[in-house]
């Protein structure tokens, strides 16, 4: 029962470096998202996929950008990494507008 | 601009006591609104939700509210237990678009033994 697998789960990078956080899904569910958590912030939406082949920008979507790979697969790309993009992502999925999220353990990243 | 806001980051409570989480929101679009809670190196997970056309809605030990017209919510949990302390994250979502929740900061709950 995996639910939402996100890797890696931790990454330092340096700046300006690039690197794709992987989420899969095995649960069958249509919309997939894409959070980030800073102190004192709670989590903000990034990207979200309502379904396959979709993929929609969210609250905070600056230097980030996404692939709906297939119904299972959304991942996420920083083409050029900043310090303030230090933080814990996390994946999430959902199979119909009720209900709540399933969301992954998260990636704690670090861009020094 | 935080449309979803948490004001008290902690709550420390006796075991067996209730615990009352609060929730304020700005965005009157807002129709559904859950609560999640986290354990520290693992992602939140859905607790209970609430659909706006109720004024409460209950779930075992968790019950949360609904005051539309102050545009505030709550979380009670009777009676509390050590395993619940957490952190605890309100969220809300709107009916034009329900795949971008706003969720607030967190009220991180000790439950003390």
């Known amino acids: 029962n995996a639910g939402v697998t996100q890797t890696p789960k931790f990454q330092v990078l340096k700046t300006g470096q690039s690197m794709t956080l992987q989420c899969a899904q095995d649960?069958?569910?249509?919309?997939m998202y894409w959070y980030r958590q800073d102190p004192g912030m709670g989590l903000r939406l990034i990207y979200y996929s309502a379904s396959e082949g979709t993929t929609d920008k969210g609250e905070v979507p600056n230097g980030y950008n996404v692939s709906r790979l297939n119904k299972r697969e959304f991942s996420l790309r920083l083409e050029s990494a900043a310090p303030s993009q230090t933080s814990v992502y996390f994946c999430?999925?959902?199979?119909?507008?009720?209900?709540?999220?399933?969301f992954g353990s998260g990636t704690r990243l670090t861009v020094v | 601009d935080q449309q979803v806001k948490q004001n008290s980051p902690s709550l420390s409570v006796q075991e067996g006591r209730i615990s009352i989480l609060n929730c304020d929101y700005t965005n009157s679009m807002f129709d559904y609104f859950l609560w999640y809670k986290k354990y520290p190196a693992e992602g939140p997970t859905f607790l209970i939700s609430i659909s706006s056309i109720k004024d409460k809605n209950e779930d075992g030990r968790f019950t949360v509210f609904l005051n539309k017209s102050a545009k505030h919510l709550s979380l009670h949990i009777v009676p509390s237990q050590p395993g619940d302390s957490a952190v605890y994250f309100c969220a809300a979502r709107g009916q034009y678009n329900n795949n971008d929740m706003r969720f607030g900061a967190g009220t991180r709950l000790t439950v003390k033994p």
């Open positions: 649960m069958n569910h249509n919309s």
């Open positions: 999430a999925s959902n199979l119909s507008v009720l209900g709540g999220y399933t």
